[in-house]
């Protein structure tokens, strides 16, 4: 692993022994890769996945531009199914840039955190 990622990891870890989504307010985890942006709800009580947006069917735009639309498309996910407020987990990223982009996105859909 590269230094960058081994930092992340880190950082990840340590979020996360703070961090916990129930049924009522799940957990919105962001992951970026090289060339794509993903987000998932999580509820950590049930492991389960409650819903889940990226934008690799995406064709035209930037990646924030993306990420916009990736955080937009989840928060209409999570009301269809009655969820409002959410948790934040940035996993280990910087709060900048894309990850910012899916966090605006989440809250122009209507989550609350």
Known sequence: MKA???KRAKSHR?????????????????FKSDS??????IDDDAKKVLASASDMKMKKGKKAEKALEVGKTLAK????????????????FVFHGRIKA?????????LKF
Do not use: N, W
Request: net charge positive; charged share 30%; proline share 2%.
């Open 4 to 6: 960058k990622q081994i």
């Open 14 to 30: 340590k979020i996360r022994m703070r961090m916990m989504g129930t049924a009522l307010r799940p957990r919105l985890c962001v």
């Open 36 to 41: 794509h942006t993903y987000a998932q709800l």
């Open 77 to 92: 996910e999570a009301l269809a199914k009655k969820i409002e407020s959410v948790v934040f987990d940035r996993g280990g």
């Open 102 to 110: 899916v966090a605006d996105g989440a809250r122009e859909g209507g």
